[in-house]
T-cell receptor
Framework: AQSVTQPDIHITVSEGASLELRCNYS??????LFWYVQSPGQGLQLLLK??????LVQGIKGFEAEFKRSQSSFNLRKPSVHWSDAAEYFC????????????FGSGTRLQVQP | DTGVSQDPRHKITKRGQNVTFRCDPI?????LYWYRQTLGQGPEFLTY????????KSRLLSDRFSAERPKGSFSTLEIQRTEQGDSAMYLC????????????????FGPGTRLTVL
């Protein structure tokens, strides 16, 4: 069965600083990978996704992520963080063909200092 | 279309009562999913519909839980005899354009229904 690990429960960065959120997955074949963001009390908003092709994917709000098969990682990056980026970030892996469930990591809470 | 909607947004109930939640997916989507999210955790898959057919259920979906999607549009999730452990955020998502490739589905989530069982 697939699994996702987000090693950092909580990260604090200063506004304007760069950001990298880590995501490691376990899956036997080529994974479908997603990053979602959740503001307090809200649903999940899709930031970006990887299905195949170019391993560096661009998303909304200036985020990007890089798929590294050799490291089983799909880390999320942003060159300059804004105060409005404070939220919880979830990495997810798509299910094998025939199943539709996404498997999520436990999330990383991002705090942005002024 | 304004996305996936869920009703109610918040529900407080007493242990032992039944509750029902509704999800309206993005209108052109034919797949609908339910997830549960407890505090400090990522969402966990409960069940999935393609049109009106319920194709997959998680082991998390006990006998007290039932989900329907009678006309392949909106869906309801009912919890009978609620327990305090059912307190969570219940998220609905939809995906899949009819006739489109299923292997690259992207799920779009609603705002969730927060259930508190006293």
């Amino acid at each position: 069965a697939q699994s996702v690990t987000q090693p950092d429960i909580h990260i604090t960065v200063s506004e304007g600083a760069s950001l990298e959120l880590r995501c490691n997955y376990s899956y036997g074949a080529t994974p479908y990978l997603f990053w979602y963001v959740q503001s307090p009390g809200q649903g999940l908003q899709l930031l970006l996704k990887y299905f195949s092709g170019d391993t560096l994917v661009q998303g909304i709000k200036g985020f990007e992520a890089e798929f590294k098969r050799s490291q089983s990682s799909f880390n999320l990056r942003k060159p300059s963080v804004h105060w409005s980026d404070a939220a919880e970030y979830f990495c997810a892996v798509g299910a094998p063909p025939g199943r539709r469930a996404l498997t999520f990591g436990s999330g990383t809470r991002l705090q942005v200092q002024p | 279309d304004t996305g996936v909607s869920q009703d109610p947004r918040h529900k407080i109930t007493k242990r032992g009562q039944n509750v029902t939640f509704r999800c309206d997916p993005i209108s052109e989507h034919n797949r609908l999913y339910w997830y549960r999210q407890t505090l400090g955790q990522g969402p966990e898959f409960l069940t999935y519909f393609q049109n009106e057919a319920q194709l997959e259920k998680s082991r998390l979906l006990s006998d007290r839980f039932s989900a329907e999607r009678p006309k392949g549009s909106f869906s309801t999730l009912e919890i009978q005899r609620t327990e305090q452990g059912d307190s969570a955020m219940y998220l609905c998502a939809s995906s899949g354009l009819a006739g489109g490739p299923s292997s690259t589905d992207t799920q779009y989530f609603g705002p969730g229904t927060r259930l508190t069982v006293l």
